[in-house]
Each structure stands twice: as C-alpha cells, then as structure tokens.
C-alpha cells in the first residue's frame, strides 16, 4: 500500500472515530484532513492550499440559493403561508381516511415546493396540524409519525438546498435538471406515505369528521392561490430559464416577505431577528462545504475514490449489485451522519463509479439524496425526527414503531428511484433539460 492511499485510511478512520466520540462534523473532517495533509505536505503548504481550498469551495454563485432559500422558508413560516397551504391540503385530502393526517403529508410536500428543508415543514405544518389532529382524538405517535415520515419531501421536492449542495460538488451538473428530476421521487415518496397513513388509520377507526362545502372549498382555494403561484414563479422562472435558481432564490425571499406583509404577519421590525436566523443557519452549511473542500482535495491526491472504485468493482462488476450495496451503505450512514456533510464526502467517491456504468449524475444525485432524506427521520442522529417529536411534544422511543411502516414503503420507492431511471429522468428529458 502506497504511502498517499495509507494517509487517505488513515484520514477517513479519523473522521469515524471522532464522529463517534461526539465531536462536530466540521471539526472531525476538519482534524481528520489536516492530520493526512501533514503527513504528505510541509505545514506551512498545508495551511495554504486549506485557504485556498476553503476559499474556492465557497467560492461559488449557486451557493448564494441556499441563504436564500432558507430566509424565504423563514419568512414563510412566519408569514402565514403555511397556514394557508394546510387549509389547500385539506381540499385535496380532507375526504380520505385519517384526513387530518393526509392533509399534513400533502401540506408538507407543499410547504417542500416552497421553502425546501425537511425540518422548516416539520415544524411549521406539524405546528399546525398536531393540535387539530389531537383534538380529533388523534393517538400522538400516529400523528407525529405522519408528520415526521413526510417532511422530507421538500428536501426532494424543488426548491431543494440539498440539491443545491449535491450540484456544487458534482461540478457541471444543472440545477434545473436537477429539480425537476426530485419531483415524481418527491410525489411517490408523499403518495406512498398517505397510503400507508391510510391503512393504519382505518386500523385505528379514524375518518373525517368536518367536510368542507363548495362554497367554503372556493374561499379556501382563492387563499391559497398567491401562496401557490410562489412556487410557479419561482420553479417555473427556473425550470424556463427565465433565472437561475439563485435568482429565483431571490424572488422566493421578496415574494413571502411582501406576502407576510400583505397578511399582517410580518412586521419589518421583525426582519433583523428572521436575517439572523437565516444568516446561523447558512453559516452552518457554507462552513461545512469549505472545511469538505480539504477532504475532496486530499481525497484526491492519495485516490481513495479510485480504491474504493476498485474495491467495489473487486466484489462484483453488475450495476444492480454496485448500487445496492451503495443504497445500503448511504442508508446507514444517514442514521449518524447529516445530508450535507455525507453528500460533500462520498458524492466525490460515488458519482464517478457510477457514472462508470452509464448512470447520470442527475440521476445519481437524486439517489444520493432520497437516501439521506430517510436518514433524516432515523435515529440516532435524524434532525427531521428530533425537530417532529419536539414540535409534537413526545419522544423518540414512543414514534418509532409507527415509523415502521413508513420506513418500509419508503424503502420500497427508493428502489424504484435507483433502478427505474424514468423515475428521476422523465420530467428533465421532457422539458429538454437534458439529452
């Protein structure tokens, strides 16, 4: 073993045990790829080319979507459009089984095509929701669960930050593709939720006690529809090349903001309070794409993704069999490991073995990234799990086997998204965003 391939061990198996001791993950990638740097470079070089890699990992335009993406979600969730787009759910699951628990899974794959993070619908929509359904004499770990098992569609569902991060670290990848390909994943990850929300609801005798007349239907409707044409404008914008998604980013923060105001929700003397939000919460994600920058240059100078690529090739050579033995691996990583970090490190690693076979980067992303989204709702580490059993005031221990079910069916689509490329690639080729 050459003494490059020993410094990139070396570095990787510093990353785990610290990640296991409990230290934060900038810290343990950033350790961890110091250490490995000292032992192929003079200090002196090290400490410079961790500068410029820092710098020119962050360096980068796109980036600017994710502040922005994350001040308009912001924005929303205290603006009253969450309100509204529950009240547009409901319309469209009220008369289902458990239909206070469908209207939370559709409201969050709503609120995802607006403010695009798994934990921001978790607490908006499980906010609104959780009450209702508890008055409705909804079991708690029946509607927690819900309302956890379908927040990540709106880290699959455009705009999506985690989508963003993927694009910036596979290089010359489109946003745009990329956006309309998490769709049909995102809409059968909700679909298959509200089916399983369903069953279990029949189980446990819940049905809908209050139906929505037409005329109330139509009011509901015409509240909802400035809310909704966020996500034409924004999406649509992008997905015409009328902007790029940090443009469109842009519009999405003055669009809630005037909206807010026009509903009497948002006050600018509030906007300091919501900039400082926005500005902790990027600072955490832009920190950690800079520190994973040193990781990927020092990844590739002693070829770990080409060792690993042969290691994998070394068991088996089948396409079916490479991604799922990937599948299976990204899942466990994501029970410890966040979305961000996992995609800056093992995207380096991954996306050229696959595209070894013919498979497309888009195509890859969406995978990469539907498998972390379940990471997000699994403990030990899932933001999205701790975020809807704090906002539904229970704990993990008492959700958990109700998440079951969900996890399953989620599996089960997650397959199909790997293997059946039209799940991902259909709405891109249709609108010729790729070849």
Not at 140 to 150: K, P, T, W
Not at 371 to 395: D, E, H
Request: proline content about 5%.
């Amino acid at each position: 073993m050459s003494q490059a391939v020993l410094c990139g061990l070396i570095m990787l198996v510093l990353v785990v045990l610290l990640l296991l001791i409990g230290a934060p993950v900038c810290i343990s990638i950033g350790l961890a790829s110091a250490a490995a740097m000292l032992m192929f470079t003079a200090p002196e070089k090290a400490l410079l080319v961790s500068a410029q890699k820092i710098f020119y990992g962050t360096n980068s335009f796109s980036l600017l979507a994710i502040s922005f993406f994350i001040l308009a979600g912001i924005l929303m969730n205290n603006g009253g459009i969450a309100r509204k787009l529950v009240n547009c759910a409901s319309l469209i699951a009220g008369r289902l089984p458990g239909s206070l628990a469908q209207t939370n899974i559709v409201a969050n794959m709503l609120f995802g095509c607006v403010s695009g993070s798994g934990s921001a619908a978790a607490a908006a929509i499980g906010g609104i929701m959780g009450p209702l359904e508890e008055e409705e004499g909804y079991d708690i770990s029946y509607y927690a669960a819900v309302n956890i098992a379908s927040a990540p569609t709106g880290m699959l569902i455009p705009p999506s930050n985690t989508l963003i991060v993927y694009a910036t670290v596979a290089g010359t990848v489109s946003i745009s593709a990329l956006f309309m390909a998490g769709y049909i994943p995102g809409i059968l990850w909700g679909l298959g939720n509200m089916i399983v929300a369903g069953v279990m609801a029949k189980k446990l005798g819940y049905v809908s006690k209050r139906k929505i007349g037409v005329k109330e239907g139509v009011q509901v409707l015409l509240d909802a529809i400035p809310c909704l044409m966020m996500i034409v404008v924004v999406i649509g914008g992008i997905m015409w090349g009328i902007f790029t998604a940090t443009e469109g980013s842009a519009i999405a923060v003055v669009y809630s903001l005037v909206l807010g105001m026009i509903y009497k929700n948002i006050k600018l003397s509030a906007l300091p309070k919501y900039l400082l939000e926005a500005a902790n919460m990027t600072s955490i994600i832009i920190l950690m794409i800079g520190i994973s920058s040193i990781m990927s240059y020092v990844m590739a100078y002693t070829g770990i993704p080409e060792l690993i690529a042969n290691g994998l090739m070394g068991i088996t050579d089948n396409p079916i069999a490479i991604l799922l033995i990937m599948n299976v691996f990204l899942l466990i990583l994501g029970t410890f490991m966040d979305p961000t970090p996992a995609i800056l490190i093992f995207t380096p690693i991954f996306l050229p073995i696959c595209q070894s076979f013919g498979m497309s980067a888009i195509h890859f992303g969406v995978m990469i990234t539907f498998n972390l989204c379940i990471g997000a709702i699994t403990p030990p580490v899932g933001t999205v799990m701790f975020t809807g059993c704090r906002v539904a005031n229970t704990t993990i221990e008492v959700v958990f086997k109700r998440l079951l079910p969900f996890f399953g069916v989620t599996a089960l689509v997650l397959l199909i998204v790997t293997y059946i490329e039209p799940a991902t690639m259909l709405i891109p080729r249709l609108l010729g965003l790729v070849s």
